[in-house]
């Protein structure tokens, strides 16, 4: 399949000006499972959906610790994201044995993005397929950085990527105001109502999530299963008020009233949707997370 | 790039190796008529040929050559104060009189030396390309007294587990989020923190003092009274050592280094006049 | 490297034949005493805090136990600068061990990677004397006492550091271990209650602190048990 005469390799730029193998490893994170990313004054948390690849196997994981002040949720190649987990790991581990204190999460997400940029500038390499939520507390506070395959990193306060994130980032967008203040209760279920949206093919469920929260006062604790059962009972009680206006994708443009009535109906929907055409979405193809 | 070793030869001077410094078995091999004789470039003229021929090898530093004596450093109530004379001392000569040994890394932290002072400089070369990093990532991290100090514990202990010790005694002294933070580092790597420190001699002449008279909670006067007296009996004591002191300060305001002082003495004491009265004996 | 031995004679350095000057040595003894007794369902660890050299008090307030997880802690005398890095060294391994394993290490599987960092370093020991120690899987106390270069053994109580030839005969007076030559296998572990064993530990520190100049100052005493770790501390003479 090929697009067009320039995308053969990575340092050859279209006449446009773009580097197609760059934007197509950029799509490869859009195919990952969502991942969201969220911070208050003293709390960051992340929250993913697990998919498992089939009936027979276990969820695949989607948050890998850092190391104690701070975590990253991953989309796209997880192969590549376990590649990058380990170094990051490695250099928390370097930083502490060296300087006896917790790495500054904005050097290390630098010095993630400067290893994936070489990956878009040498002709024998190839770009990372993996993007990285990094959350985590040092001593300018909580941080939500997000690490690109094309080398670019952002600093959010919120942050959503994966497949259908867009719905998650328009919750984002409307709710963001509120997040400084939060408390982290209420952080972690902005994440999942965040999650909830952008995952219209199911329930969300305490097995095909995950949660993680860092703070000053806390370490980098993952939340699955019975220690994140209360809270998916928790959002469960308000989902029918918030949920309704998060159903859709796009649904900055959509009038309210259309959004209240859409609850189950947008729903079913999407499902078919999914069902039909959604093949390409899920992937099938072996090394993609699925 | 290739490994170049890095030289400490008296013979070849400090810094990289030129490549023909560097006694490999090939060259070793190689005749050698006129080993004086620019072969070619310039690289001949950077070596004895003394230093090639036969079979000497590249050794490590073995004693120090220009030296500083004792840092004192004491906390206080609201910072930490460090000490010490400005003397560079070539054996007993006294070389170099107005040598910084006080040296801040950045507006939290500074550095006190005794030991080889070339030696210090360039590690003070180490913690300015480290502050120089944090500068150029504009991004408000700096590094803080105690991640200092642990730095520096590495690179010494790395050193002496090379054979090729840095020969310095360090004292960091800081102040970061309402603390004061002071610290030491020995040419092996053995490092502590303490409330009150010295090094070298300081530890036998001026610890005694600060053990009877200090406390955490005193002012910035008596701290500084007590740093006088500590120095002053040091400079009575200690052969190696002028009557030439800096007084360092960090706080909450910053690092301050002072102008160097003399501080007033006393040989009068009948001992000091003579100090063979109570020494009966045969010497 | 040089090909052949230098012949330090004949090459005298300028002025080293009548001067004489510092020298140095890679190792230091900074002194300092630790101990471990394990019971049945306990396991207490402690530590003078005194660091030392030559004849000089560096400080009175230097840990020596690290603490890797609420089962297993390692203490050292020795040297400090060795002893630090020894212990960055097993607290960066076990970072490491959990991120791959998903859980703590247990406190044999750490004696035995005590072991093979101490030998990594054969021909440069580390100039550390140690004990590992914590609940065993099944919760039963457990001690592991090391000599510089790895070579170790699980005993029942254990004793290292400058204070050892104080310390050990009065250990091995007050909790009987049986010899292991007897067969069928004795019994070890020590069968005092917990609070006797501390008091036991503490009278050992005390006494050792009277005859040991680099035993002082203040004895750090970890109490492991299932329910986690449990501090106490104990005051020596400071001079």
Not at chain 1, 38 to 52: C, Y
Not at chain 1, 231 to 257: H, L, R
Not at chain 3, 33 to 45: M, P
Not at chain 3, 49 to 54: A, E, F, Q, V
Request: with cysteine; aromatic share 8%; hydrophobic share 35%.
């Amino acid at each position: 399949m090929f697009r067009n005469q320039y995308d053969q390799d990575v340092t050859t730029w279209s006449p446009q000006g773009r580097i197609f193998q760059i934007e197509y490893a950029m799509e490869a994170v859009k195919q990952g499972s969502a991942a969201v990313g969220l911070k208050s004054g003293e709390h960051a948390v992340l929250a993913t959906i697990k998919r498992a690849p089939s009936d027979l196997s276990s969820y695949q994981r989607k948050i890998f610790k850092i190391d104690d002040h701070m975590g990253i949720a991953i989309s796209g190649l997880t192969a590549d994201g376990r590649i990058l987990c380990r170094y990051m790991r490695n250099e928390c581990l370097n930083h502490r044995f060296v300087y006896d204190s917790p790495m500054p999460l904005g050097r290390l997400v630098r010095q993630v993005a400067d290893k994936a940029q070489l990956g878009t500038q040498r002709s024998w390499k190839r770009p990372y397929g993996v993007g990285l939520i990094v959350a985590g507390h040092d001593e300018s506070g909580p941080h939500i950085f997000y690490n690109c395959p094309s080398g670019n990193y952002y600093d959010y306060k919120a942050f959503a990527m994966g497949a259908r994130s867009q719905a998650a980032k328009t919750y984002l967008e409307r709710q963001f105001e509120t997040f400084a203040a939060a408390s982290l209760d209420d952080l972690v279920k902005h994440a999942l109502h965040a999650l909830q949206a952008s995952l219209q093919d199911g329930e969300l469920t305490e097995k095909n999530c995950s949660v993680a929260v860092v703070g000053g006062d806390m370490p980098f604790t993952l939340l699955e299963d019975d220690s994140l059962a209360p809270y998916i009972a928790a959002i469960k009680e308000e989902e029918p008020a918030a949920a309704a206006g998060m159903e859709a994708e796009g649904a900055a443009a959509e009038g309210d009233a259309a959004a209240g009535e859409g609850g189950a109906a947008g729903e079913g929907e999407q499902q078919q949707e999914q069902q039909g055409g959604g093949g390409g979405d899920d992937g099938g193809e072996a090394p993609m997370e699925q | 790039m290739l490994h170049r070793p890095t030289s400490h030869s008296a013979a070849i001077g400090p810094g990289p190796v030129p490549s023909l410094a560097n006694p490999g078995p090939a060259l070793e091999q190689q005749p050698r008529h006129a080993p004086q004789a620019p072969s070619c470039g310039s690289e001949a003229f950077c070596v004895d040929p003394q230093a090639l021929s036969s079979s000497h090898p590249r050794q490590h530093t073995q004693y120090p050559y220009v030296t500083g004596t004792s840092v004192l450093g004491i906390t206080f109530k609201d910072g930490v104060l460090l000490a010490c004379d400005t003397l560079g001392a070539y054996g007993s000569t006294k070389r170099y009189k107005s040598f910084d040994r006080l040296r801040k890394v950045n507006d939290v932290c500074m550095v006190g030396a005794s030991g080889e002072l070339s030696d210090f400089q360039y590690i003070m070369r180490l913690l300015e390309e480290l502050s120089d990093d944090d500068f150029c990532m504009d991004d408000g991290h700096h590094l803080k007294p105690a991640e200092v100090h642990s730095y520096l514990t590495r690179v010494l202990y790395n050193r002496r587990n090379k054979m090729d010790p840095l020969w310095n005694s360090l004292v960091v002294g800081g102040f970061h989020s309402g603390k004061p933070f002071l610290g030491t580092v020995g040419m092996i790597g053995t490092s502590y923190t303490d409330a009150h420190l010295a090094t070298g001699f300081g530890n036998h002449l001026a610890r005694p003092l600060m053990r009877e008279k200090h406390h955490p909670d005193m002012s910035e006067e008596e701290a500084v009274a007590l740093m006088h007296e500590c120095l002053k009996v040091c400079y009575y004591r200690d052969k190696n050592s002028i009557n030439k002191f800096q007084l360092a300060k960090v706080t909450k305001d910053g690092v301050s280094i002072s102008e160097p002082f003399a501080l007033e003495t006393n040989w009068g004491f009948k001992l000091f006049q003579n100090p063979a009265a109570n020494a009966v004996g045969t010497w | 490297m040089a090909t052949a031995l230098p012949v330090r004679a004949q090459v005298p350095a300028a002025g080293q034949a009548t001067k004489q000057h510092a020298s140095w040595s890679p190792y230091d003894d900074n002194g300092g005493t630790v101990v471990a007794v394990a019971g049945d369902d306990y396991c207490i660890v402690a530590a003078s805090t005194r660091m030392s050299t030559g004849y000089s008090i560096l400080t009175r307030n230097k840990s020596k136990i690290l603490r890797l997880n609420p089962k297993c802690v390692v203490a050292s005398a020795g040297m400090q600068a060795d002893m630090e890095t020894l212990h960055k060294m097993l607290h960066s391994r076990h970072v490491t061990y959990q991120f791959n394993h998903r859980r703590p290490m247990s406190c044999p599987a750490t004696a035995q990677l005590l072991s093979n960092t101490l030998y990594y370093k054969r021909f440069f020991p580390y100039y550390t004397f140690n004990l590992c120690a914590g609940l065993d899987d099944e919760g039963r106390g457990a001690v592991y006492t090391y000599d510089a270069i790895g070579s170790y053994e699980r005993v029942g109580y254990g004793c290292q550091g400058s204070g050892k030839e104080l310390i050990q005969p009065v250990l091995d007076n007050q909790l009987k271990a049986a010899s292991p030559l007897v067969l069928p296998q004795q019994q070890w572990l020590s069968s005092l209650p917990l609070e006797q064993a501390v008091d036991l530990v503490k009278g050992a520190f005390v006494s050792a602190g009277e005859r040991d100049i680099y035993t002082g100052d203040d004895v750090e005493i970890l109490i492991i048990t299932k329910d986690g770790i449990r501090t106490d501390s104990l005051q020596l003479k400071r001079d």
